[in-house]
């Protein structure tokens, strides 16, 4: 079975901390991803990479960056926390395999709260 | 731009009366379309999809959509909904080009006993 884990459940950071968030997945998956969960608004795309050292920005890539330097680990980096990323943060991967219509596989989330 | 809406914040079902919970889609050329779900307290789980073929698609636990593409719709039922299908639940598209997938604001269903 895939699993996908995220390395801290909770995360309670100050405004201006840069911050890491890591994700690794066991299953060999080519493309990982980083979301944000927010209510009402649903998930939305941070960043993906579909190989090593590979990345691509999705829909809402600002004051974030990613690091993918081995396939089993993606690290998600807000440079200088704020409190508007205050926000559950979910990673995923997926294989190539199946093509770009692969399930996604989900990490449990890391709640961050920026104070 | 691929995007999805989901217009029900919440549905309301008695246990053992069907369900259906709503979802619309706008992309550029032919959509693949998703449903996940996320029970309380862990990740998200796929529970089916549909790429092209048979409008109505069988997933996990029950579940099905069906396909429209004259409303543009991919709406996610069944027939019989269970106590322990309360959960939250989003759709999801993928245009053709695109690599990563939209998710749609989901929806909360509460199945009463």
């Known amino acids: 079975d895939v699993k996908v884990t995220q390395s801290s459940r909770y995360l309670v950071k100050r405004t201006g901390e840069k911050v890491f968030l890591e994700c690794v997945q066991d299953?060999?998956?080519?493309?990982m991803f980083w979301y944000r969960q927010d209510p009402g608004l649903g998930l939305r795309l941070i960043y993906f990479?579909?190989?090593?050292?590979?990345?691509e920005k999705g829909d809402i890539p600002e004051g974030y960056s990613v690091s993918r330097e081995k396939k089993e680990r993606f690290s998600l980096i807000l440079e200088s926390a704020s409190t508007n990323q205050t926000s559950m943060y979910l990673c995923?991967?997926?294989?190539?395999?199946?093509?770009?219509?692969?399930?996604?596989?989900f990490g449990n989330g890391t709640r961050l709260t920026v104070t | 731009a691929q995007s999805v809406a989901q217009p029900e914040d919440q549905v309301n079902v008695a246990e053992g009366n069907p369900l259906t919970v709503k979802c619309t889609y706008s992309v550029s050329g032919n959509p693949y379309l998703f449903w996940y779900v996320q029970y309380p307290n862990r990740g998200l789980q796929f529970l089916l999809k549909?790429?092209?073929?048979?409008?109505l698609v069988k997933g996990s636990y029950g579940f099905e959509a069906e396909f429209n593409k004259s409303q543009t719709s991919f709406h996610l039922k069944k027939p019989s909904a269970l106590v322990s299908d309360s959960a939250l639940y989003f759709c999801?598209?993928?245009?053709?080009?695109?690599?990563?997938?939209?998710f749609g604001s989901g929806t909360r269903l509460q199945v009463q006993p």
């Open positions: 995923a991967s997926s294989s190539s395999f199946g093509g770009d219509n692969s399930p996604l596989h």
């Open positions: 990479s579909y190989d090593v050292k590979m990345k």
């Open positions: 999801a598209v993928r245009e053709a080009g695109r690599r990563a997938l939209t």
């Open positions: 549909y790429i092209t073929g048979d409008n």
């Open positions: 299953m060999d998956h080519e493309n």
